[in-house]
């Protein structure tokens, strides 16, 4: 059986740590070439290294998503190594403790918040979508959280930039789908990358949420096993669509 994703390029935004990196090994395994666009050098040339080494092909390039000028650095550099690009996966961002309540929350810090996972994931489709329209098509993957179907209390700033990612996914969806570009978005419960694990090995009650759920808390691989079925063909009618991750019911609820 052929690799599901051979003969495709695909470039992973923060791809050296966390789900980036796991979704960046298994694109590889199923056969994509892959650019991993992060800003963490040691860590990006760290995963690119793994990849190479065991046998799949991986380029690194310095990147930061909210800057147009690395974007557009890490698009030519990348074709130039692989092709055009097939695939996005956007993925970097996150949260972090600075973010608060409506009342607590700095400017500075939503701000920046916006800038890295809403203005960074409209920027990186900005400038790689008119390679894809060229190429014939393509697939783009967002990265929304739970956070933005549910609310969560101090998470003003992500929630936002979260919710307007999913709104994103579906104006995108429709606008491209005569370039037969899909756009799609995953939404992750909590996950058990090693930033997360040290939280929870800080404070057990906040890794008690994932141990609720009825399937547990994610692994990092779990969401890119979801990453391949939006990359791949096998989703060829799929597009607009957020795939949650997620289990939803709690244990004993
Ligand atoms: N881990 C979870 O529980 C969880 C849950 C829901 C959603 N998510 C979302 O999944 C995505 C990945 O989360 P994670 O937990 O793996 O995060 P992480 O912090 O472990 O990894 C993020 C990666 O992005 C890189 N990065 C940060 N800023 C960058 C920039 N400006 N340009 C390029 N790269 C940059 C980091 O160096 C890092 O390698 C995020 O969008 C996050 O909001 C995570």
Redesign the pocket.
């Known amino acids: 059986m052929s690799k599901r994703m051979q003969g495709k390029t695909a470039l992973i935004?923060?791809?050296?740590?966390?789900?980036?990196?796991s979704v960046a090994e298994l694109f590889a395994a199923e056969g994509a070439s892959v650019i991993i666009?992060?800003?963490?050098d040691a860590?990006?040339q760290e995963v690119t290294e793994s990849i190479n080494a065991s046998g799949g092909r991986a380029f690194f390039q310095h990147?930061?998503?909210?800057e147009p000028d690395s974007v557009s650095a890490t698009i030519e550099a990348g074709h130039k190594e692989f092709g055009p690009i097939n695939v996005l996966y956007n993925?970097?961002?996150?949260?972090n403790q600075q973010d608060s309540t409506l009342v607590g929350v700095t400017f500075d810090h939503f701000w920046r918040t916006m800038k890295?996972?809403l203005f960074?994931t409209f920027l990186c489709s900005r400038l790689v979508v008119p390679q894809m329209q060229a190429a014939g098509g393509g697939s783009i993957i967002h990265?929304?959280?739970?956070?933005a179907f549910i609310g969560r209390p101090n998470r003003t700033a992500?929630t936002a930039a979260?919710g307007g990612i999913l709104a994103m996914t579906r104006s995108m969806a429709v606008e491209l789908a005569d370039d037969n570009i899909r756009v799609n978005a995953i939404?992750?419960?909590?996950?058990?990358?090693?930033?997360?694990k040290q939280k929870n090995r800080d404070n057990p009650e906040r890794a008690a949420y994932g141990d609720s759920l009825i399937m547990g808390a994610?692994e990092?691989i779990d969401?890119a096993y979801a990453a391949v079925y939006l990359a791949s063909d096998e989703s060829r009618v799929v597009s607009g669509q957020t795939m949650l991750v997620h289990s939803d019911y709690r244990r004993g609820a």
């Open positions: 935004t923060g791809g050296g740590g966390g789900i980036g990196r666009a992060e800003i963490n860590l990006g990147t930061d998503v909210t993925n970097a961002g996150g949260a890295l996972d960074g990265t929304t959280s739970m956070t992500y979260k939404a992750p419960t909590r996950t058990l990358t090693e930033r997360v994610a990092p969401v």
